[in-house]
């Protein structure tokens, strides 16, 4: 069973306008989440990242917010860009005991189109 | 900043030739990965290692082995290539713990089987 869903295979944005993409789990030990980013024939690149104490971070033009009680997490892109036009992932995780961190639980992806 | 290394970038292979996937990385990270990337599947766990000389099977690590007798280097082999086995083979790399936890992923090998 999936612990990561990204439920919109796809998504298509006017430039300049918002993006929006979406990421539910349902493990609620999941305690540190990000996102990445990835361009056809290259390897996914780290976009943002964000711990379960807080409720947003921003990073220029992305900002990640997670809402814990409704397992959910959005990555909003303004103003978007053609050059964002990439799958993008969502990945979870969970801190062991010890201080280590458990693998990254990644969902299948949303293929952002950003028309000019 | 950490460069996780990828051999080739693509590979073209005859149906049943033992394949080797070469990846290499420079920080010192404990963890590494093997990941392969197929459309509509997203990214699925092949191997894993946190440790020279160890490995542990992900989830979809039949028709593949692993070999990790370097911390920097963890290769993926297919002892016997199938057609199925045609994707896009990614390598991450990791620290075991850290302030800003995540993977270093290499650019990607894309496998072709005939």
């Known amino acids: 069973d999936q612990q990561v869903k990204q439920n919109s295979p796809s998504l298509s944005v006017q430039e300049g306008r918002i993006s929006i993409l979406n990421c539910d789990y349902t493990?609620?030990?999941?305690?540190?989440f990000l996102w990445y980013k990835k361009y056809p024939a290259e390897g996914p690149t780290f976009l943002i990242s964000i711990s379960s104490i807080k409720d947003k971070n921003e990073d220029g033009r992305f900002t990640v917010f997670l809402n814990k009680s409704a397992k959910h997490l959005s990555l909003h892109i303004v103003p978007s860009q053609p050059g964002d036009s990439a799958v993008y992932f969502c990945a979870a995780s969970v801190s062991r005991l010890g201080g280590s961190q458990g693998n990254l639980i990644f969902g299948k992806g949303t293929k952002l189109s950003v028309k000019p | 900043d950490v460069k996780v290394t990828q051999s080739s970038r693509y590979l073209v292979k005859r149906t049943g030739e033992k394949v080797f996937l070469e990846c290499v990385q420079d920080?010192?990270?404990?963890?590494m990965f093997w990941y392969r990337q197929d459309p509509g599947l997203g990214l699925r766990l092949i191997y894993f290692?946190?440790?020279?000389?160890?490995?542990e099977k992900g989830d979809i690590p039949e028709g593949y082995s692993v070999s990790r007798e370097k911390k920097e280097r963890f290769s993926l082999i297919l002892e016997s290539a199938s057609t199925n086995q045609t994707s896009m083979y990614l390598c991450?790399?990791?620290?075991?713990?850290?302030?800003?936890?995540?993977?270093?992923f290499g650019s990607g090998t894309r496998l072709t089987v005939v």
């Open positions: 290692s946190y440790d020279v000389k160890m490995k």
């Open positions: 920080m010192d990270h404990e963890n």
């Open positions: 493990n609620s030990m999941f305690d540190y």
């Open positions: 991450a790399s990791s620290l075991l713990a850290g302030a800003n936890y995540g993977y270093t």
